[in-house]
């Protein structure tokens, strides 16, 4: 069993600012979208500019903020914010939903796509491969804050987790997504597209992807108290990634079809 590192939350103090590590970690993660989507810009990978990278990351950023929060609100607490709206607008306070952060993103691509005159599937196509950095900075976050822990474990990697509050050992899921989530389906993505790919395929394979590993990380993640497990006995997290999965099949499928379309008798 492993003692967890009790890290301070607190980065940096400077008289009453204090930097959090789990903002930080935001700022690191649109900071390597820039730094991957300036590399494939000057590697020839795509006809947008520069200044369109950075028209990117501004959508992208309102987008994951509304959507996350807005996606926390409906998949998670709707009563309880049902009852009390204002605290929807209380971000200090916590409460983010990547799948509803996802839904912001495709919303304000589709509006940035349309302003460029392309397809929300050639946008897609550029900023899948820059993603899993940032989402594994996000992880990273989630674990020094110490939340968002897994179920008990007796795997000798088990840690007790200080703000759960019971001193049981269980799985560091944090670090589970952040090494798939984030680091696998880095790799996994940056390598597909090494080679020229038919319009939607890494956008779909990052859907595939990111579904299926928050789906099997599920399984060792304590589900939300407030919500437990759900229909079929799966957590909101895998019924929300479930979608994605099919999604992602569907484009590949399309795309493959499309760039083949003599292929089928």
């Given amino acids: ?7 301070d939350p607190v980065a940096l103090q400077i008289g009453p600012i204090a930097i959090h590590w789990y903002g930080l970690m935001y700022l690191i993660g649109f900071g390597l979208v820039w ?3 300036r590399w494939r810009i000057h590697h020839g990978e795509t006809d947008l500019t520069l200044r369109d990278l950075e028209d990117i990351i501004f959508y992208g950023v309102l987008g994951v903020v509304a959507g996350g ?3 926390y609100v409906l998949f998670y607490k709707p009563a309880e914010y049902l009852a009390h709206p204002l605290e929807i607008f209380y971000l200090w306070q916590g409460g983010m939903s990547f799948h509803g952060g996802l839904i912001g993103v495709i919303v304000v691509l589709l509006v940035f796509a349309r302003k460029r005159h392309k397809t929300l599937l050639e946008i897609g196509d550029f ?4 993603i899993p950095l940032g989402l594994a900075a996000g992880r990273l976050g989630n674990f020094i804050n110490g939340e968002l ?3 008990p474990t007796t795997l000798p990697w088990g840690m007790v987790f200080p703000q759960s509050g019971d001193g049981i050992a269980r799985h ?3 670090l589970y997504e952040m090494a798939l989530e984030g680091l696998v389906l880095f ?4 390598l597909f597209t090494r080679k020229p790919r038919p319009m939607g395929q890494a956008s779909a394979v990052f859907l595939m992807g990111y579904g299926l590993f928050r789906f099997l990380v599920e399984f060792t993640r304590e589900p939300d108290y407030y ?7 799966l957590s909101m997290g895998q019924l929300l990634s479930a979608p994605m999965i099919l999604a992602g099949v569907i484009i590949f499928a399309w795309s493959a079809k499309k760039s083949n379309p003599g292929s089928t008798p």
């Avoid at 069993?1 to 890290?7: E, F, G, H, S, V």
């Avoid at 900023?127 to 820059?130: D, E, M, R, S, W």
């Avoid at 790799?187 to 940056?190: D, E, F, G, M, T």
């Avoid at 437990?228 to 006995?233: I, K, P, R, S, V």
Wanted: no cysteine; hydrophobic share 55%.
């Fill in 69 to 71: 929060r807005l996606g």
């Fill in 149 to 151: 822990w897994g179920r």
């Fill in 1 to 7: 069993m492993l003692t967890y590192p009790q890290i």
């Fill in 227 to 233: 919500l437990g497990l759900l229909a079929g006995g």
């Fill in 187 to 190: 790799v996994v993505i940056w």
């Fill in 127 to 130: 900023v899948a491969p820059l």
């Fill in 35 to 37: 730094l991957l989507g």
């Fill in 172 to 174: 560091p899921s944090q």
